[in-house]
């Protein structure tokens, strides 16, 4: 006969999260939706401040380096906040300073300085970056391991509600208050002509970021006091305790472990596809078809639709098929549409570069869960690996930037086909191990 702390232990590893943490998981999930905002309101602005300052493809996505930037510099600092306090003491570190870098907006705009915005956004995404840093292997620590990467999976689903929501505020606060004047017509101004057109348009940037802060604030009050349950009598359930500090040997440890190792490779190069991808469905569409920004702006949406689709679709799937195989055919894919759009610029090439989105959308739970597979103690410093390699979405929009500069938006898509390639080495790689 099975004794109490045996039974109770079997109906845990039945649980998809953990009874006494479904409230927490529900809000957490919340967060999710908060970054997915931040970020892709932010990757308009490539082509925003292009038009705002007359400046070149390459120097406008310096706003991707400052954002993506900020994930790589604050990764460890989240990870020590988590192994010496908690997961909630790093998703309110985050939300606060994300609230920071948001307010910061509004003295950007009077400002009237590029570099104020970099700055905002840098610290904007600081918070961020605590924040991802601290949510994914909370969400993943919710249930039993042999469910994480589809839990994962569910909770990043919703964060293509958030990247829905802030292409919607892109396009509907942002982009419509750009003026129609050309680069040519902007030179011709007197400045103080030139500054009434610029104040108005950089008050349009200004507006949903100042927004989204007070969304912000209502979301870390929240946080803050939700009950955080500690596991049963039995030992069975969620358990998180402040854990001694030895950075040396974790990080040893952890660049010891292959799967780990490569995890973040892949990691920095499905980022950097996804980036590129979304950053540069303006000027594609455009190119192709021509079109007004707002009107571009649509297939962004549409992208970002079905990105939001295919994160559930993708997930009732990981019930049938192993994540490593999804991962290895969807990357495939993605490689062949980029090659599609460079080699046909066209309406059918549009539709490629929106179908990417359904390639993208299992990636980065999904080389996060496999990656943080079995590391035990290691996970909250393994979680920062993993939100470091986000650095590709701050380096590859300057390559496929530069390579718009110098060719045109429809060959720069061989670069994230170029990304898409190391992902699928790494799927395959992963359909070995485990």
Same mark, same amino acid.
């Given at each position: 006969m099975k004794n109490q702390n045996s039974v109770n232990q079997e109906n845990t590893s039945n649980q998809f999260v953990y009874g006494n943490m479904k409230l927490a998981f529900i809000? !957490?999930?919340? $967060?999710?939706?908060?970054?997915?905002?931040?970020? @892709?309101?932010?990757?308009?602005?490539?082509?925003?401040?292009?038009?705002?300052?007359?400046? #070149?493809?390459?120097?406008?996505? =310096?706003?991707? &380096?400052?954002?993506?930037?900020?994930?790589?510099?604050?990764?460890?600092?989240?990870?020590?906040? @988590?192994?010496?306090?908690?997961?909630?003491?790093?998703?309110?570190?985050?939300?606060?300073?994300?609230?920071?870098?948001?307010?910061? &907006?509004?003295?950007?705009?009077?400002?009237?300085?590029?570099?104020?915005? =970099?700055?905002?956004?840098?610290?904007?995404?600081?918070? *961020? #970056?605590?924040?991802?840093?601290?949510?994914n292997p909370f969400v993943m620590a919710m249930g039993p391991e042999e469910t994480a990467t589809r839990r994962l999976n569910l909770a990043q689903a919703f964060n293509p509600v958030g990247t829905n929501i802030g292409v919607f505020l892109a396009a509907t606060l942002i982009l419509p208050k750009l003026n129609t004047a050309t680069a040519e017509q902007r030179a011709s101004m007197t400045p103080d002509m030139l500054q009434s057109i610029q104040a108005e348009e950089l008050t349009g940037v200004m507006t949903p970021y100042v927004g989204m802060a007070f969304v912000l604030m209502l979301i870390w009050v929240l946080v803050y006091f939700i009950r955080v349950p500690k596991a049963n009598a039995s030992g069975a359930g969620y358990r998180e305790?402040?854990? @001694?500090?030895?950075?040396?040997?974790?990080?040893?440890?952890?660049?010891?472990?292959?799967?780990?190792?490569?995890?973040?490779?892949?990691?920095?190069?499905?980022?950097?596809?996804?980036? $590129?991808?979304?950053?540069?469905?303006?000027?594609?569409?455009?190119?192709?078809?021509?079109?007004?920004?707002?009107?571009?702006?649509?297939?962004?949406?549409?992208? =970002?639709?079905?990105?939001?689709?295919?994160?559930?679709? *993708?997930?009732?799937?990981?019930?049938?098929?192993?994540?490593?195989?999804?991962?290895?055919?969807?990357?495939?894919?993605?490689? *062949? !549409?980029? !090659?599609?759009?460079?080699?046909?610029?066209?309406? #059918?090439?549009?539709?490629?570069?929106?179908?990417?989105?359904? $390639?993208?959308?299992?990636?980065?739970?999904?080389?996060?869960?496999?990656? !943080? @597979?079995?590391?035990?103690?290691?996970?909250?410093?393994?979680?920062?690996?993993?939100? *470091?390699?986000?650095l590709g979405g701050a380096i590859m929009p300057l390559v496929q930037g530069a390579t718009i500069d110098t060719y045109n938006a429809t060959v720069s898509y061989v670069v994230p086909a170029a990304c898409f390639l190391v992902v699928v080495g790494y799927g395959l790689f992963a359909m070995k191990r485990t």
């Amino acid at each position: 006969m099975k004794n109490q702390n045996s039974v109770n232990q079997e109906n845990t590893s039945n649980q998809f999260v953990y009874g006494n943490m479904k409230l927490a998981f529900i809000l !957490l999930i919340t $967060c999710f939706a908060a970054w997915g905002v931040a970020a @892709n309101m932010t990757d308009p602005l490539v082509k925003v401040f292009s038009k705002i300052f007359t400046m #070149s493809t390459f120097e406008s996505a =310096l706003v991707q &380096f400052a954002y993506y930037g900020a994930y790589f510099c604050l990764a460890i600092p989240a990870a020590f906040i @988590n192994a010496r306090y908690s997961y909630k003491a790093g998703v309110l570190s985050g939300l606060g300073l994300a609230i920071l870098g948001a307010f910061a &907006f509004y003295p950007a705009s009077v400002s009237m300085t590029y570099g104020f915005f =970099l700055a905002a956004l840098f610290i904007m995404a600081a918070g *961020m #970056s605590i924040l991802e840093t601290s949510a994914n292997p909370f969400v993943m620590a919710m249930g039993p391991e042999e469910t994480a990467t589809r839990r994962l999976n569910l909770a990043q689903a919703f964060n293509p509600v958030g990247t829905n929501i802030g292409v919607f505020l892109a396009a509907t606060l942002i982009l419509p208050k750009l003026n129609t004047a050309t680069a040519e017509q902007r030179a011709s101004m007197t400045p103080d002509m030139l500054q009434s057109i610029q104040a108005e348009e950089l008050t349009g940037v200004m507006t949903p970021y100042v927004g989204m802060a007070f969304v912000l604030m209502l979301i870390w009050v929240l946080v803050y006091f939700i009950r955080v349950p500690k596991a049963n009598a039995s030992g069975a359930g969620y358990r998180e305790d402040a854990t @001694n500090i030895d950075f040396a040997a974790t990080f040893r440890r952890l660049m010891s472990n292959p799967q780990y190792r490569w995890g973040v490779v892949a990691q920095f190069f499905n980022v950097a596809a996804q980036t $590129c991808t979304w950053t540069f469905t303006i000027q594609y569409v455009q190119e192709a078809i021509g079109g007004t920004e707002a009107s571009a702006a649509d297939y962004l949406q549409y992208s =970002l639709i079905i990105f939001l689709i295919s994160r559930f679709v *993708m997930t009732w799937l990981m019930g049938f098929c192993r994540p490593a195989v999804l991962l290895s055919i969807l990357a495939a894919a993605g490689t *062949m !549409l980029c !090659l599609y759009a460079v080699m046909t610029p066209d309406v #059918s090439g549009v539709w490629a570069i929106v179908s990417i989105s359904a $390639c993208l959308s299992l990636m980065f739970p999904t080389i996060y869960g496999v990656a !943080l @597979n079995g590391l035990g103690n290691d996970t909250k410093f393994g979680s920062a690996g993993l939100v *470091m390699a986000i650095l590709g979405g701050a380096i590859m929009p300057l390559v496929q930037g530069a390579t718009i500069d110098t060719y045109n938006a429809t060959v720069s898509y061989v670069v994230p086909a170029a990304c898409f390639l190391v992902v699928v080495g790494y799927g395959l790689f992963a359909m070995k191990r485990t």
